[in-house]
């Protein structure tokens, strides 16, 4: 089993820290979480499954591929991921080369969690139509796809449309990993359809098992990697039964208030043999 730290869930102020632990003490990967703006009108903001807003305007938000940069000179091992990166809220061009940027200056750590993201109001305040988000993103990942691999590409879609150009840096993984989150069934088509894996929201054993038995119907046996947040552990008995599920990295939180992170991670890595 794989183990990443979600950085997102600690105060910014820590994320430099734990992430330099995180690498120094094994940890697979570290994960940043990203919206591009937040509206001070909350109407629109209403988590789902919920009757509040899931978001603060006042929130400090960052650039997610921008601050892996700069962790990845501070780090040597630990992989670069996002969970999730609103990718149909730019132009494909934009966020290919962010990532293909991180996975250069990283040397092949970089891993981009996708999603298509649920708050209305950031869609509207950039002038991107919402109810389309999902067949823009399937499409950006497609561009994306043959931007890091073709010498050249010229492309007309429903979205994007442009003449032939050249990408170039191409990242330095042959196939840089793409994670689609979401848990609707349009998430789940794109994961098997057009992903290297499926991020999950936060799951127990017991309510994971839905999706990934959809997911599973979806896929047939090709190679897959599936990441499931999971913060609340019984133990290092527990991971053989997610591995049974096929889940191959946890993203865990050993931790409840973001100063004692550090030690968290340590307790957490001598704990599970990380």
């Keep these: 089993m ?3 730290v979600p950085l997102g869930l600690l105060h910014p102020d820590a994320w430099k820290d734990v992430a330099v632990a995180a690498d120094e003490l094994g940890f697979e990967s570290v994960w940043l979480p990203e919206h591009l703006v937040f ?17 603060s305007p006042g929130t400090p938000l960052f650039d997610a591929p921008a601050y892996l940069c700069w962790l990845a000179g501070l780090t040597s091992r630990v992989r670069l991921g996002t969970a999730v990166h609103l990718y149909a809220l730019r132009h494909p061009f934009v966020s290919a080369r962010a990532f293909a940027t991180l996975d250069r200056v990283s040397g092949g750590r970089a891993i981009c969690g996708v999603g298509a993201g649920w708050y ?25 796809r043959r931007l890091w691999s073709e010498p050249v590409v010229a492309h007309s879609g429903r979205f994007y449309a442009f003449p032939e150009v050249a990408f170039e840096p191409k990242p330095v993984q ?21 992903c290297d894996g499926w991020i999950s929201m936060p799951h127990s054993l017991g309510t994971v098992r839905p999706q990934l038995d959809r997911l599973s119907a979806l896929l047939g046996d090709r190679p897959f990697s599936v990441t499931v947040h999971a913060y609340e552990l019984t133990g290092p008995a527990e991971i053989p039964e997610w591995e049974k599920l096929g889940v191959d990295r946890m993203i865990v939180r050993p931790w409840r208030r973001s100063r ?6 340590a307790a957490f890595a001598a704990d599970y043999g990380v």
């Design 174 to 194: 042959d196939r840089l990993p793409i994670l689609a989150g979401g848990e609707s069934g349009a998430a789940l088509r794109r994961a098997a359809r057009l």
């Design 260 to 265: 004692d992170a550090v030690a968290a991670l």
């Design 2 to 4: 794989r183990f990443g």
């Design 120 to 144: 209305e109001g950031e869609w509207r305040a950039t002038g991107v139509d919402f109810a389309t988000r999902g067949a823009r993103l399937d499409e950006a990942i497609e561009v994306t």
């Design 39 to 55: 509206t001070t009108d909350l109407s629109l903001a209403v988590y789902p499954g919920t009757d509040k807003p899931g978001i």
